[in-house]
């Protein structure tokens, strides 16, 4: 049941989480965020004090980058205070009754999910994003716009799948992964890999 909303990070993705979950009919009641600015109620280590001054139903990350591990932190934090982390799923997404979307992740309109899908908790499913039949989505990674997996595709914990890249079937990409934008990738990315272009490579620093 929707109420009143928290949201962590108050930059480009956090403004644009505030819309998806007004969409769900959820009142945001305003940001934190490390530096003040318009909405910011308080510092991101403040979410427990705030839960009780702003009276908060729940609260979810605003912050759309996964390096250094950033958007779990903050997970951690809000799940530490006791506070309730809603999944926040646009009315005009389509999600099959079989799939499974964790605690506090997000999933923007026009998104398709499959059958058997698994979205992991904190993890962020952009717009006209396509995860076909059995995929799985670990806890914090980040789907940019337009991005296309094909069936049993693994994308593992806090990678990065920038926009429009494609992954064939039954690739798996590892933990703290980063696929650049438009990359084909057509085989496994080892963790902590960044891999670019069409067929994806490792990029390596000049």
């Known amino acids: 049941m929707a109420g009143r909303l928290l949201i962590l990070g108050a ?11 007004a969409e769900c009919g959820w009142t945001v009641v305003g940001f934190t965020d490390r530096s003040p600015g318009p909405g910011v109620l308080g510092h991101d280590g403040d979410v427990e004090t705030l839960a009780r001054s702003a009276r908060i139903d729940g609260a979810v990350v605003g912050v759309g980058n996964t390096a250094l ?15 309730s982390l809603p999944a926040l799923i646009h009315p005009r997404a389509i999600v099959s009754r079989s799939s499974t979307i964790g605690e506090g992740a997000v999933v923007f309109p026009g998104a398709v999910l499959g059958a058997h899908v698994t979205v992991g908790d904190n993890a962020v499913v952009y717009s006209g994003v396509v995860l076909e039949h059995d995929c799985r989505i670990g806890a914090h990674a980040y789907l940019a716009p337009g991005v296309i997996l094909s069936g049993a595709v693994t994308v593992e914990a806090g990678a990065f799948v920038g926009a429009g890249a494609v992954i064939l079937p039954g690739i798996t990409v590892g933990d703290g992964a980063t696929l650049a934008a438009g990359a084909v990738v057509t085989r496994d990315v080892a963790a902590g890999t960044t891999v670019m272009g069409v067929p994806a490579r490792v990029w390596v620093d000049p």
């Open 11 to 21: 930059g480009g993705h956090g403004r644009a989480v505030a819309d998806l979950a």
């Open 69 to 83: 591990g950033r958007r779990a932190e903050l997970f951690a934090g809000i799940r530490k205070a006791g506070i």
